[in-house]
């Protein structure tokens, strides 16, 4: 039995098989399979659908918007900035006093006061802004009761994963019997989805658009390196910096990719995703966004460098001061000055009761 290919309807290419049947059979056979392929894609209805519709129901081929680059880019912007900080004030707190520096998955809010400097704030606003992400990609991929874009699934799906390390983050936090270094392993969890979703993000697209999303994936794979390499090594300064580094990259290469492919604004000019040269352009700008925030790190270690500089010469005076105010006499008597004019005798003595012989 030979076998003949039919077209599918939605991509405008020969993608499927079937048996052959003798010759007054297969035009029959074929005028159904064509009808029932332009129906699924005029209604929307079935696991091929994966767009958004119009108001006619013509099913729109939207697998991404620059709102879906923009918000998970934005959540790991947020969360890398807060990671330097976090970090670089941990190393030069731990310079001060002498201790060795030892880094975590998630950091304290130091600029709390009490308690409340404790608490695990960042493992909340994870699952916070992961439920918001989540939600709207839902929202979004939604037409009427069906879920039809596939583009907002794997978004979501990420976001849900990195949900997950919110909620271990909070198990550790509250001392709950799991192994040592859950914290990191479900990082290392998370961005292993993220690399496989968007590894396999890219059948059908364009030579630009395949470009841009391997060179997320390799950032990607580069932040799992990071990661066990941190687990690895958790007094070195650099290992966590190197995690925070590459998810930084992440987070603006996302808004890049929104910007390539879904320029915002009607007047904007679009790129040639078939153009050799843009595709050397894009990679160019990935290099050029590992060095830009590379130097960000950099200007926020230097500010925070700065203010314990600052911090620490205010106390070693505040410290001088003190010792000069209480001296001890000749004849072992506390001595507190409270006038800085020595002419005037404005010394309070505070002499050491004499124990009884």
Known sequence: MSVIRIKNARKNESSYWLPSFPQHGQHVILTLIERYWCHIASTGLGPVSRGKFNQQGAALDAMGTFGGHA??????????????????HRYFSSLKMGVRFTSSATFPCSCLCGRAAKWPIEAFLKI???TLGL??????????????ALGNAQHATMFFFFGLTGIFDMLVYFKMPLPPD?????????????????????????????????????????????????IRYRHSVLAALSRTLVLFVQGTWFWQVGFILYPPGQNVEHWDEHDHDQMMLAVMMF????????????????????????????????????????????????????????????DIEYQRPEMDS
């Open 135 to 148: 939600s709207l990609e839902i929202y979004t991929g939604t037409h009427g009761s069906q879920f039809v």
């Open 71 to 88: 918000l998970p880019g934005s959540f790991f912007i947020l969360f890398s900035l807060w990671w330097t900080v976090q970090i670089f």
């Open 128 to 130: 916070v802004l992961v």
């Open 182 to 230: 859950m914290d990191y392993v479900m990082m290392v969890l998370a961005l292993m989805v993220e690399g496989l979703l968007f590894n396999f993000h890219l059948h059908g697209r364009t030579e630009l658009d395949i470009v841009i999303h391997t060179l997320l994936v390799y950032a990607v794979v580069a932040n799992i390196v990071a990661v066990l390499l941190e």
């Open 287 to 346: 290099a050029w966004h590992l060095g830009v925030d590379l130097l960000i790190m950099l200007v926020i270690g230097g500010a925070i460098s700065s203010f314990h500089r600052c911090y620490n010469k205010k106390g070693r005076e505040s410290g001088i001061a003190m010792r000069q105010l209480i001296q001890t006499g000749s004849d072992g008597q506390t001595i507190v000055s409270l006038n800085d004019d020595e002419s005037e005798v404005s």
